[in-house]
């Protein structure tokens, strides 16, 4: 069987700090946002995802504000989205056809409707794509859970956020990788439990003039490990 290049991008990643699934991810949201807006701006596929969307959700819509100075690029996929939404406000549409105004009313807008026209109807691009390569991340961490310089890794990594660990307990198929996954991720959160406990002592006036060690930053280490970090996970519903 030919390893996949997915399990050494896993191998390479996990000696960073924090989740080597969302450092991956972010990682690909980057390149994902530099095709959009240097090889996909002129693809009707990513016109018609844009009005569906009405844009990016918001995180990834504020991402690719700080990405790039690609101005012209972000004017004219967002000229197509707020073109749909002016279509959906338009006066005297038909319902039926997607717009947001009644017959029979005097032209009176019927608000709620409105509101249901304009919910997005597809998912962000963004999170539909790193959608695909998280499934496959996961799939390939569990897969190589028995491999030990994967494992090896694994232990002395931050390990898994919260999310991504129970992505990855839902996606074992045999109990020696589920064991596997539950002794590594337990022991490493332990580690985070007890540097927090340290860090809490540490922050006593007696001991307020001692050199703080690695517990130093384990609040911060602490927030990721449970909400993944940061910029990972947008708004769309893979990440709820
Ligand atoms: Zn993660
Ligand atoms: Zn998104």
């Known amino acids: ?89 338009e006066p005297g549409a038909d319902p039926q056809a997607g717009r947001g105004r009644l017959p029979g009313t005097g032209g009176k807008p019927n608000a709620g409707l409105l509101a249901d026209r304009l919910e997005p109807a597809e998912t962000c691009l963004v999170c539909r794509q790193i ?27 931050d390990g898994l956020c919260l999310p991504h660990f129970r992505q990855a307990l839902r996606s074992v198929s045999d109990t020696a990788q589920a064991e596997s996954l539950l002794a590594i991720q337990a022991a490493i959160w332990k580690k985070l439990y007890a540097h927090l406990q340290q860090f809490r002592e540490m922050n006593d006036y007696r001991r307020i003039m001692e050199k703080m060690g690695a517990e130093g930053d384990s609040w ?15 708004l769309d519903p893979r990440s709820s």
Not at 139 to 146: D, H, S
Not at 223 to 231: D, H, I, S
Request: charged fraction near 25%; glycine fraction near 8%.
């Open 131 to 157: 959608g695909v390569s998280e499934a496959q991340y996961i799939r390939v961490f569990c897969q190589y859970l028995q491999d030990d310089k994967l494992k090896e890794a694994y232990r002395a990594s």
């Open 220 to 234: 911060r280490r602490a927030v990721g490990r449970l909400a993944g970090e940061e910029g990972v996970f947008g």
């Open 1 to 89: 069987m030919v390893t996949p290049v997915t399990y050494f991008d896993l191998l390479d990643g996990l000696p960073q700090p924090g989740c080597v699934i969302c450092n991956l991810l972010r990682r690909n949201v980057d390149r994902s946002l530099d095709a959009l807006l240097y090889e996909y701006v002129g693809d009707p596929d990513v016109h018609r995802a844009f009005r569906r969307r009405r844009g990016l959700c918001n995180e990834h819509s504020w991402q690719l504000l700080r990405h790039t100075g690609n101005a012209l690029a972000i004017a004219v996929l967002y000229e197509a989205a707020v073109d749909e939404v002016l279509k959906i406000l």
